[in-house]
């Protein structure tokens, strides 16, 4: 069996930026990534399900302290901490454990390295300056007549 190979252009139809045809249907050019280029970073390794309970929960006794509501949830393929306000409990964030730097971190689920699982009151006040604008947001009881 034969296989089709892509179709080659020439540099003119490169510089141009045209496309190409390939069996009848207009096919994207090739665009090589320049050799400076930097390179993804890989994705992070996450904690086994009793690490990240153990930091989680550390986590989330200094965040009860500080007025936030705190959920735990196994029952995913890794471990989060539901981070929420008692008052807006659709607005939140949920924290995971991963390797990185040598040491383990709390992030985010945006993909924000929060801080080092050593830093329990950085870690939650950083959660609390990430939250804090979304909550007040939802309580703005002139949200609706701005608009």
Same mark, same amino acid.
């Given at each position: ?12 139809? /490169?510089?141009?930026?045209?496309? &190409? ?6 096919? &994207? +050019? ?27 929960? +550390?986590? &989330? ?10 959920? @735990? ?6 471990? @989060? ?6 008052? &807006? %409990?659709? !607005?939140?964030?949920? !924290? ?19 801080? %080092? ?18 909550? /007040? /947001? /939802? ?9």
């Amino acid at each position: 069996m034969a296989r089709e190979r892509a179709p080659q252009l020439s540099p003119e139809e /490169a510089v141009m930026g045209s496309t &190409a045809s390939w069996g009848g249907e207009e096919v &994207a +050019r090739l665009v090589p990534l320049p050799p400076n280029a930097p390179t993804a970073l890989p994705p992070p390794t996450y904690s086994g399900p009793w690490r990240a309970r153990w930091h989680l929960t +550390r986590l &989330a006794l200094v965040l009860r302290c500080d007025g936030w509501t705190t959920q @735990l949830r196994t029952e995913t393929p890794r471990t @989060l901490l539901r981070v929420y306000s008692e008052g &807006a %409990p659709t !607005i939140g964030e949920s !924290i995971s454990v991963a390797w990185g730097n040598g040491t383990w971190w709390y992030l985010s689920s945006t993909g924000l390295w929060l801080t %080092p699982c050593k830093r329990l009151c950085l870690a939650a006040d950083k959660l609390s300056i990430l939250l804090q604008p979304w909550v /007040a /947001a /939802a309580f703005d009881h002139l949200r609706d007549e701005q608009l």
